[in-house]
Nanobody, 114 residues
């Protein structure tokens, strides 16, 4: 029943920016902390950022100062603003609930290359 639809990925040059969106349905978005993850081929999915129900955020060290997680509860949408992108940020990006990761969306591809 949980639905997670990521969008906003694309091809950008190093130093560029993207804003990812995650439109959710099937659960009470406002009452759930949310995460962003990323995955590269052959590697395990890795946690990137978290926002709780009060708007408190946390990030993996490698993206601190460059990425900003936010949410618009009225739109049931989670965002990830990604600035100063680097080749090592290339991955498929996914969103999910902190409470449960039983379901996953299709992800959105971010490619950083010159």
């Amino acid at each position: 029943q949980v639905q997670l639809v990521e969008s906003g990925g694309g091809l950008v040059q190093p130093g560029g920016s993207l804003r990812l969106s995650c439109k959710v349905s099937g659960f009470n978005f406002e009452k759930n902390a949310m995460d962003w993850y990323r995955q590269i081929p052959g590697a395990q999915r890795a946690w990137v950022a978290r926002i709780d129900v009060k708007g408190i955020t946390d990030y993996v060290d490698s993206v601190k100062g460059r990425f900003t997680i936010s949410r618009d509860n009225a739109k049931d949408t989670l965002y990830l603003q990604m600035n100063n992108l680097q080749p090592e940020d290339t991955a498929v990006y996914y969103c999910n609930l902190v409470f449960s990761t039983r379901d996953w969306g299709q992800g959105t591809q971010v490619t950083v290359s010159s």
